[in-house]
């Protein structure tokens, strides 16, 4: 069973930053992709920021500039590093990675997401 656990939302100020974590257990034999995803009321979820296991990155191109994904492969951990936040960056934010695992399968996997709120 693999799980995802995402961390780091919080309440921030406009042009604060944040760094959001996500970091999978279980049976994991290789990653492919790790990506962060976000929804505001009333908005459909969009892809924010996501990274390949080669390294290849994509942005949004709202958050181009502000936001960096890094990954730690070892920890099977991914980052979102938020930086001059905007009011308009509040949304929950959800971790989404595709693992092949034990049984030989690909699939993806879903963080039960965080809150982060950008507001004075």
């Known amino acids: 069973q693999v799980q995802l656990v995402e961390s780091g939302g919080d309440l921030v100020q406009p042009g604060g930053s944040l760094r959001l974590s996500c970091v999978a257990s279980?049976?994991?034999?290789?990653?492919?992709?790790m990506g962060w995803y976000r929804q505001a009321p009333g908005k459909q979820r969009e892809l924010v920021a996501s990274?390949?296991?080669?390294?290849?990155?994509t942005y949004a191109d709202s958050v181009k500039g502000r936001f960096s994904i890094s990954k730690d492969n070892a920890k099977i951990t991914a980052y979102l590093q938020m930086n001059s936040l905007k009011p308009e960056d509040t949304a929950i934010y959800s971790c989404?990675?595709?693992?092949?695992?034990?049984?030989?399968?690909?699939?993806?996997?879903w963080g039960q997401g965080t809150q982060v709120t950008v507001s004075s």
């Open positions: 279980g049976s994991i034999f290789t990653i492919y992709t």
């Open positions: 989404k990675f595709r693992l092949g695992t034990s049984t030989r399968t690909i699939s993806d996997y």
């Open positions: 990274i390949t296991g080669t390294g290849t990155r």
